[in-house]
Each structure stands twice: as C-alpha cells, then as structure tokens.
Nanobody, 125 residues
Framework: QVQLVESGGGLVQAGGSLRLSCAAS????????MGWFRQAPGKEREFVTA????????YYADSVKGRITISRDNAKNTVYLQMNSLKPEDTAVYYC??????????????????WGQGIQVTVSS
C-alpha cells in the first residue's frame, strides 16, 4: 500500500499564493507518477496536474497553466503544488494521487491508484 498525506492548505485572498505538499509513504517504489486533482462543491473531481517521479513528463489542466507549478523531491517522496495568482474559482478540496503504471489517460481519476484524504483550499474575493 501507499499512503499519501497532503498539507499546506488554507484560506488565501484572491491573487495570493499557496503551496501544497503531498508526502508519500509505504510502498512508494510501486508508484510511477503523482498528480493533483480538485473537487469544488457540487462539481466533479477534476484533474489539475501530474508529474512522473523522473520528471520527464508533466501535465497541466488548461485552467491552471501559467499559475500552478508541480514539482517533486524524490529524496523526500514528496510532491509540491505551487499555486500563484489564485482565484475564487480555485476554491476546492485538493487531492494528491499516485499512479503505478502508464495505462490510461493522465487526466482521469480512474488512472490513479492511491489517494490522499484531501485538503481544503479557499480563495476569498
């Protein structure tokens, strides 16, 4: 099993920045890549970004390109989500996810095998 724990969420004003962290533990050698999804109230969980542990592949949703950066620290088994120029529509619960293979689209939740418990990000206007 792989455990994922998110941290760094909270309340921020529009235009501000926030950095989320996701620490992976357990059988992390099984994981190939890490991603972030988010779910706003009343909406489906949507893809935000993903990165392979090697760093050779990075994907972003169009809605966050230019404002959000994903990075990883392999020594710490941790991925980061740096969010800048935040907007009220970025308000959501953010979930860290891990996938163990390359089968399936990067952009759908079904391609990811492990999930964190989620962390709230609220952007006030």
């Amino acid at each position: 099993q792989v455990q994922l724990v998110e941290s760094g969420g909270g309340l921020v004003q529009a235009g501000g920045s926030l950095r989320l962290s996701c620490a992976a533990s357990g059988r992390t050698w099984r994981t190939y890549a890490m991603g972030w999804f988010r779910q706003a109230p009343g909406k489906e969980r949507e893809f935000v970004t993903a990165i392979t542990w090697s760093g050779d592949r990075i994907y972003y949703a169009d809605s966050v390109k230019g404002r959000i950066t994903i990075s990883r620290d392999n020594a710490k088994n941790t991925v980061y989500l740096q969010m800048n120029s935040l907007k009220p529509e970025d308000t959501a619960v953010y979930y860290c996810a891990a996938r163990t293979n390359t089968v399936g689209s990067w952009y759908i939740r079904g391609s990811y095998d492990y999930w964190g418990q989620g962390i709230q990000v609220t952007v006030s206007s």
